[in-house]
């Protein structure tokens, strides 16, 4: 082994060792700092928080929801299948402080805005159990049992410097803490309108692979309490989302609104299941035995 002579050096190890060092500092750390809010990064649709998505935020950061939940997804291909469109730094504009987290326990929630109706939500946050069966998050019920101060939220807009009108101040008389935690979850991330873009693209004919089939029906009897009873009840009988009769859909296209959701209408897409489980979902709908 040849040794180098810069090796024996510590002083000049010393220095190609901090440029090296700098050099990685100024490309991940100085340049997104001197960036970030700045024109160069700033996106048209990025609004600030209302009165009401504001005190929501409050509560966000009293309550220590980051300690379990992250704000940004990364621009990795598994984060952007599982969540959606990866997180832009101009997002982030009015979030002070930002709460892009470090720990998931939950999901991230940066894409969260329009994923669910409102509904869901405030069924959630009381009795988490109640949409996802195995949720091991808190419930915040507590929430619907305080009022938000109005005077408070008008101090703290004034504050972070966003626009609001006493109407606005107004409206927020008779709210709840879990309206206002409501309101600024279904902010999160709805600054680019990227939800319809990322919607999933059928290609090619759809046919049935089981058609009738007793075992895909069972199947799909079991994904559909798991995936769907929540919003649509236990009995297909409608509750956050509407009722699922029987031959209303053929099997093709029921097949399209489960795979790709309603994206803009609170229906998510379950494009994640894969095709098989979603054919036994269908088959299910379409050909269960109906009392
Ligand atoms: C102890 C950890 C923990 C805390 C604290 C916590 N959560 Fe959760 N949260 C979870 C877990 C786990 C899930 C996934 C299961 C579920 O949906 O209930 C979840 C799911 C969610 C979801 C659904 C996300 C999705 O895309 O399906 C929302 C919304 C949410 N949490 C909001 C909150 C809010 C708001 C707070 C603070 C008031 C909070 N969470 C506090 C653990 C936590
Ligand atoms: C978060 C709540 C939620 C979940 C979970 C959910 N849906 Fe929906 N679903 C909705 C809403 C809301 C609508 C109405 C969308 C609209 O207004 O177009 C809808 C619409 C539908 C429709 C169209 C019905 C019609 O009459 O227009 C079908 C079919 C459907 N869902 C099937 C399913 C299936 C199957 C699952 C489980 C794999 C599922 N949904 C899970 C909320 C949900």
Same mark, same amino acid.
């Given at each position: 082994m040849s040794s180098h002579a810069w090796e024996k050096k510590p002083v000049l190890l010393l220095i190609l060792a901090t440029v090296t060092i700098l050099v990685g500092t100024i490309f991940t750390m100085v340049l997104p700092f001197a960036w970030v809010n700045t024109e160069h990064d700033r996106i048209e649709t990025v609004s600030p928080y209302s009165p009401l998505e504001q005190a929501g935020r409050d509560l966000y950061i009293r309550e220590g929801c980051n300690n379990c939940h992250t704000q940004t997804v990364r621009p990795l291909v598994a984060e952007v299948l599982r969540y959606g469109d990866y997180s832009k730094s101009g997002e982030f504009i009015y979030d002070r402080p930002h709460l892009w987290g470090s720990r998931r326990t939950g999901p991230d929630l940066a894409r969260l805005g329009g994923k669910y109706p409102d509904e869901w939500h405030y069924q959630h946050m009381v009795a988490p159990t109640s949409m996802i069966p195995k949720s091991n998050m808190p419930a915040?019920? &507590?929430? /619907?049992d305080n009022l938000i101060d109005p005077d408070a939220v008008k101090k703290a807009m004034d504050v972070l410097g966003f626009p609001y009108s006493s109407n606005d101040i107004a409206q927020l008389e008779g709210k709840t803490e879990m309206d206002a935690m409501v309101a600024y979850l279904q902010k999160l991330g709805t600054g680019i309108p990227w939800r319809k873009a990322a919607e999933v693209e059928i290609i090619g004919e759809l046919v /049935? !692979? &089981? !058609?009738?089939?007793p075992t895909a029906i069972a199947a799909g009897e079991l994904l559909y309490a798991e995936n769907c009873a929540a919003c649509h009840g236990e009995e297909l009988e409608g509750q956050i989302g509407p009722e699922l009769d029987q031959d209303v859909y053929s099997d093709d296209e029921l097949f399209e609104l489960i795979y790709v959701g309603v994206t803009d209408a609170g229906? !998510?897409? &379950?494009?994640?299941?894969g095709s098989t489980k979603v054919w036994q979902i269908v088959n299910f709908i379409n050909y269960r035995e109906t009392p």
């Open positions: 915040y019920g &507590f929430l /619907n /049935n !692979p &089981f !058609p009738k089939e229906m !998510p897409s &379950f494009a994640s299941l």
